[in-house]
């Protein structure tokens, strides 16, 4: 959901750097062929997810959610000579779909690719991280938050994505709608623990910005 009209995001859009070709045409196959296309970061997404990183110049990314790839190119760009992105997926059904743009891309060494839950492959990381970008299943925010937080630097951006939920977290939630529950008590949480500080985005669905301390 975006809070703001398709008018002014296509303005924004225009006044923004351009969106690659490579990934115009990941985009494009991404709606044309696979299920849930709106979970992609898209131009306007991509673009701020790839000046963050430039400005963050991580030598390690960790992105919990891959999908099919576009917001792990983009927060390639910003990677150090030697940096890695490491991305973690539980869908094997993507996995040829992700190598094959991550191929076309000038990243392709610097991604390492991982299949599986996310809660079972982070503890086995002895990286720390500069940027991490989490969207993934949502039930699961505060988990990876707890799992991540102390694999992330001093100064390190965590970067969060859906945290509007549609605007749903706004409004009375009901017992059985554990998403936005989540998504609510994952909002609190970054917003009161002490060892980071965040700001909340109402950019598309909603995107925080928490850096560690």
């Known amino acids: 959901m975006d809070f703001v009209s398709q008018e002014i995001l296509n303005y924004a859009e225009g006044f923004s750097e351009a969106e690659p070709l490579i990934l115009q045409k990941l985009r494009k196959e991404t709606w ?9 970061s ?7 997810l790839a000046m963050i990183s ?3 110049q ?7 959610g891959t999908y099919t790839g576009y917001a792990t190119i983009c927060l390639s760009e910003g ?9 973690i997926d539980n869908n094997e059904e993507l996995v ?3 190598i094959k743009y991550f191929n076309l891309s000038n990243f392709s060494s610097k991604i390492i690719q991982h299949t599986g839950n996310a809660l079972d492959v982070i503890p086995q990381f002895k990286e720390t ?14 988990h990876y938050f707890d799992l991540i937080i102390d ?13 509007l939920w549609g605007g749903k977290v706004i409004k009375k939630i009901s017992e059985n709608d554990l998403d936005t529950q989540a998504i609510y008590d994952y909002n609190l949480k970054i917003n009161t623990d002490k060892r980071v500080e965040t700001i909340l985005l109402p950019f598309r669905d909603g995107i925080s910005i928490t850096r560690k301390l």
């Open 32 to 40: 044309q062929k696979i299920i849930g296309p709106r979970m992609l």
């Open 42 to 48: 898209g131009h306007l997404q991509g673009r701020l």
């Open 54 to 56: 430039k400005i963050v």
């Open 58 to 64: 991580p030598k390690n990314i960790l992105e919990i």
């Open 79 to 87: 990677l150090t000579e030697n940096g890695k992105i490491f991305t």
């Open 96 to 98: 040829d779909f992700q």
């Open 129 to 142: 991280f500069d940027l991490v970008f989490i969207d993934a299943d949502k039930t699961n925010y505060s």
């Open 151 to 163: 694999k992330v630097n001093s100064g390190g951006i965590i970067l969060t994505d859906n945290v």
